[in-house]
T-cell receptor, first 111, second 114 residues
Protein backbone atom coordinates (compact mmCIF):
# COMPACT_ATOMS: atom_id res chain seq x y z
CA UNK A 1 0.00 0.00 0.00
CA UNK A 2 0.89 3.63 -0.14
CA UNK A 3 3.42 4.91 2.33
CA UNK A 4 3.45 8.54 3.40
CA UNK A 5 6.32 9.50 5.66
CA UNK A 6 6.51 12.83 7.47
CA UNK A 7 9.60 14.10 9.23
CA UNK A 8 10.74 15.18 11.65
CA UNK A 9 8.35 13.81 14.25
CA UNK A 10 8.96 16.81 16.51
CA UNK A 11 10.96 20.00 16.62
CA UNK A 12 11.95 22.18 19.53
CA UNK A 13 13.03 25.60 18.33
CA UNK A 14 13.62 29.07 19.64
CA UNK A 15 11.41 31.96 18.70
CA UNK A 16 12.68 33.57 15.53
CA UNK A 17 14.17 30.42 14.06
CA UNK A 18 13.01 28.88 10.82
CA UNK A 19 11.27 25.50 10.72
CA UNK A 20 11.34 22.98 7.91
CA UNK A 21 9.45 19.71 7.59
CA UNK A 22 8.76 17.37 4.71
CA UNK A 23 6.68 14.49 3.49
CA UNK A 24 7.58 11.76 1.06
CA UNK A 25 5.29 9.29 -0.61
CA UNK A 26 5.78 5.95 -2.29
CA UNK A 27 3.16 7.02 -4.85
CA UNK A 28 2.80 9.98 -7.16
CA UNK A 29 0.36 12.51 -5.72
CA UNK A 30 -1.62 15.10 -7.62
CA UNK A 31 -2.48 17.21 -4.60
CA UNK A 32 -0.62 18.05 -1.41
CA UNK A 33 -2.24 19.84 1.49
CA UNK A 34 -0.57 21.16 4.62
CA UNK A 35 -2.60 21.52 7.80
CA UNK A 36 -2.08 22.73 11.33
CA UNK A 37 -3.98 21.08 14.16
CA UNK A 38 -4.35 22.50 17.64
CA UNK A 39 -5.33 20.16 20.50
CA UNK A 40 -8.98 19.11 20.31
CA UNK A 41 -9.52 20.95 17.06
CA UNK A 42 -9.91 19.98 13.46
CA UNK A 43 -7.13 20.41 10.90
CA UNK A 44 -6.92 23.94 9.53
CA UNK A 45 -5.68 24.26 5.97
CA UNK A 46 -2.47 26.25 5.61
CA UNK A 47 -1.43 25.70 2.01
CA UNK A 48 -2.75 23.66 -0.92
CA UNK A 49 -0.53 22.53 -3.81
CA UNK A 50 -1.91 21.20 -7.08
CA UNK A 51 0.99 21.13 -9.56
CA UNK A 52 4.45 19.63 -9.53
CA UNK A 53 7.04 22.29 -8.80
CA UNK A 54 4.46 24.68 -7.39
CA UNK A 55 5.83 26.94 -4.67
CA UNK A 56 3.20 28.72 -2.60
CA UNK A 57 3.45 31.10 0.32
CA UNK A 58 0.97 32.07 3.00
CA UNK A 59 2.51 34.74 5.19
CA UNK A 60 5.54 33.21 6.89
CA UNK A 61 4.68 29.77 5.51
CA UNK A 62 6.07 28.41 2.27
CA UNK A 63 5.35 25.01 0.77
CA UNK A 64 6.47 23.29 -2.38
CA UNK A 65 5.13 20.41 -4.43
CA UNK A 66 8.16 18.33 -5.38
CA UNK A 67 9.08 17.85 -9.03
CA UNK A 68 8.90 14.08 -8.68
CA UNK A 69 5.35 14.50 -7.29
CA UNK A 70 6.34 12.21 -4.44
CA UNK A 71 7.34 14.81 -1.90
CA UNK A 72 6.51 18.18 -0.42
CA UNK A 73 8.01 20.46 2.19
CA UNK A 74 6.72 23.17 4.46
CA UNK A 75 8.86 25.98 5.82
CA UNK A 76 7.93 28.38 8.59
CA UNK A 77 10.13 31.44 8.76
CA UNK A 78 10.84 33.52 11.88
CA UNK A 79 8.77 31.32 14.19
CA UNK A 80 6.57 32.87 16.88
CA UNK A 81 4.94 31.25 19.93
CA UNK A 82 1.58 30.80 18.19
CA UNK A 83 3.24 28.52 15.63
CA UNK A 84 3.11 25.82 18.29
CA UNK A 85 1.03 22.86 17.16
CA UNK A 86 1.04 19.74 15.06
CA UNK A 87 1.55 20.14 11.33
CA UNK A 88 0.24 17.48 8.97
CA UNK A 89 0.79 16.89 5.32
CA UNK A 90 -1.93 15.17 3.33
CA UNK A 91 -1.76 13.89 -0.20
CA UNK A 92 -3.93 12.15 -2.71
CA UNK A 93 -3.48 10.31 -5.97
CA UNK A 94 -6.97 11.11 -7.16
CA UNK A 95 -9.29 14.06 -7.55
CA UNK A 96 -12.01 12.65 -5.34
CA UNK A 97 -10.78 13.72 -1.96
CA UNK A 98 -9.46 10.50 -0.42
CA UNK A 99 -6.47 11.97 1.35
CA UNK A 100 -3.73 10.12 3.14
CA UNK A 101 -2.25 11.95 6.10
CA UNK A 102 1.26 12.05 7.45
CA UNK A 103 1.90 11.26 11.10
CA UNK A 104 2.47 14.91 11.92
CA UNK A 105 5.31 17.13 13.05
CA UNK A 106 4.95 18.60 16.52
CA UNK A 107 6.46 22.07 16.71
CA UNK A 108 7.36 23.59 20.05
CA UNK A 109 8.56 27.18 20.11
CA UNK A 110 10.36 28.51 23.14
CA UNK A 111 10.78 32.23 23.82
CA UNK B 1 -15.28 32.38 5.73
CA UNK B 2 -17.57 29.38 5.13
CA UNK B 3 -17.25 26.59 7.68
CA UNK B 4 -18.03 22.92 8.04
CA UNK B 5 -20.00 22.55 11.26
CA UNK B 6 -20.03 19.39 13.36
CA UNK B 7 -22.24 18.50 16.30
CA UNK B 8 -21.90 17.52 19.04
CA UNK B 9 -18.35 18.52 19.86
CA UNK B 10 -18.10 15.68 22.37
CA UNK B 11 -20.22 12.55 22.68
CA UNK B 12 -19.96 9.90 25.34
CA UNK B 13 -21.76 6.64 24.68
CA UNK B 14 -21.93 3.18 26.17
CA UNK B 15 -20.44 0.26 24.31
CA UNK B 16 -23.02 -1.35 22.06
CA UNK B 17 -25.09 1.79 21.65
CA UNK B 18 -25.80 3.46 18.36
CA UNK B 19 -24.40 6.92 17.78
CA UNK B 20 -25.03 9.49 15.06
CA UNK B 21 -22.50 12.20 14.33
CA UNK B 22 -23.76 15.20 12.45
CA UNK B 23 -22.13 17.52 9.97
CA UNK B 24 -23.31 20.52 8.01
CA UNK B 25 -21.00 20.91 5.00
CA UNK B 26 -20.39 24.20 3.24
CA UNK B 27 -23.57 25.02 1.37
CA UNK B 28 -22.36 24.87 -2.24
CA UNK B 29 -20.13 21.84 -1.72
CA UNK B 30 -21.08 18.58 -3.38
CA UNK B 31 -18.52 16.10 -2.06
CA UNK B 32 -18.50 14.97 1.55
CA UNK B 33 -16.11 12.94 3.62
CA UNK B 34 -15.61 11.43 7.03
CA UNK B 35 -12.23 10.86 8.64
CA UNK B 36 -11.27 9.71 12.09
CA UNK B 37 -8.25 10.28 14.29
CA UNK B 38 -7.55 7.96 17.19
CA UNK B 39 -5.76 9.86 19.93
CA UNK B 40 -2.11 10.34 19.05
CA UNK B 41 -2.44 8.74 15.63
CA UNK B 42 -2.83 9.80 12.03
CA UNK B 43 -6.00 11.15 10.52
CA UNK B 44 -7.53 8.24 8.56
CA UNK B 45 -9.97 8.34 5.67
CA UNK B 46 -13.28 6.59 6.27
CA UNK B 47 -15.63 7.36 3.42
CA UNK B 48 -16.43 9.76 0.60
CA UNK B 49 -19.95 10.56 -0.56
CA UNK B 50 -21.28 12.18 -3.71
CA UNK B 51 -24.62 12.33 -5.42
CA UNK B 52 -26.30 10.52 -2.54
CA UNK B 53 -24.06 7.52 -2.63
CA UNK B 54 -20.75 6.34 -1.30
CA UNK B 55 -17.90 6.99 -3.75
CA UNK B 56 -15.20 5.20 -1.85
CA UNK B 57 -14.68 3.71 1.59
CA UNK B 58 -11.73 2.41 3.53
CA UNK B 59 -11.36 -0.96 5.22
CA UNK B 60 -12.19 0.77 8.51
CA UNK B 61 -15.67 1.58 7.21
CA UNK B 62 -17.28 -1.80 7.86
CA UNK B 63 -20.92 -2.80 8.20
CA UNK B 64 -21.18 -1.02 11.54
CA UNK B 65 -20.80 2.33 9.78
CA UNK B 66 -23.22 4.10 7.51
CA UNK B 67 -23.57 7.59 6.09
CA UNK B 68 -26.59 9.53 5.01
CA UNK B 69 -27.56 12.90 3.66
CA UNK B 70 -31.08 13.05 5.12
CA UNK B 71 -31.83 16.53 3.81
CA UNK B 72 -30.21 19.30 1.83
CA UNK B 73 -27.86 20.40 4.56
CA UNK B 74 -26.88 17.58 6.91
CA UNK B 75 -24.43 14.73 6.39
CA UNK B 76 -24.39 12.08 9.11
CA UNK B 77 -22.18 9.21 10.18
CA UNK B 78 -23.89 6.42 12.10
CA UNK B 79 -22.12 3.76 14.11
CA UNK B 80 -24.61 1.00 14.86
CA UNK B 81 -23.05 -0.78 17.80
CA UNK B 82 -20.13 1.14 19.19
CA UNK B 83 -16.98 -0.56 20.39
CA UNK B 84 -14.31 0.77 22.71
CA UNK B 85 -11.94 1.09 19.76
CA UNK B 86 -14.35 3.47 18.02
CA UNK B 87 -13.27 6.14 20.49
CA UNK B 88 -11.67 8.84 18.36
CA UNK B 89 -12.08 12.29 16.89
CA UNK B 90 -14.32 12.13 13.84
CA UNK B 91 -13.87 14.83 11.24
CA UNK B 92 -16.25 15.74 8.47
CA UNK B 93 -14.92 17.46 5.35
CA UNK B 94 -16.41 18.80 2.17
CA UNK B 95 -15.21 20.05 -1.17
CA UNK B 96 -16.91 21.97 -3.91
CA UNK B 97 -16.43 19.94 -7.03
CA UNK B 98 -14.29 16.92 -6.32
CA UNK B 99 -11.15 18.56 -7.66
CA UNK B 100 -9.88 19.00 -4.11
CA UNK B 101 -10.17 22.77 -4.32
CA UNK B 102 -11.68 24.30 -1.23
CA UNK B 103 -11.32 21.09 0.78
CA UNK B 104 -12.43 22.07 4.28
CA UNK B 105 -12.52 20.15 7.55
CA UNK B 106 -14.87 20.64 10.46
CA UNK B 107 -13.65 20.96 14.04
CA UNK B 108 -14.53 17.37 14.82
CA UNK B 109 -16.61 15.35 17.24
CA UNK B 110 -14.78 13.60 20.02
CA UNK B 111 -16.46 10.22 20.54
CA UNK B 112 -15.75 8.41 23.77
CA UNK B 113 -17.08 4.89 24.12
CA UNK B 114 -17.21 3.60 27.69
Amino acid sequence: GQQLNQSPQSMFIQEGEDVSMNCTSSSIFNTWLWYKQDPGEGPVLLIALYKAGELTSNGRLTAQFGITRKDSFLNISASIPSDVGIYFCAGTTDSWGKFQFGAGTQVVVTP
Amino acid sequence: EPEVTQTPSHQVTQMGQEVILRCVPISNHLYFYWYRQILGQKVEFLVSFYNNEISEKSEIFDDQFSVERPDGSNFTLKIRSTKLEDSAMYFCASSQDGSNYGYTFGSGTRLTVV
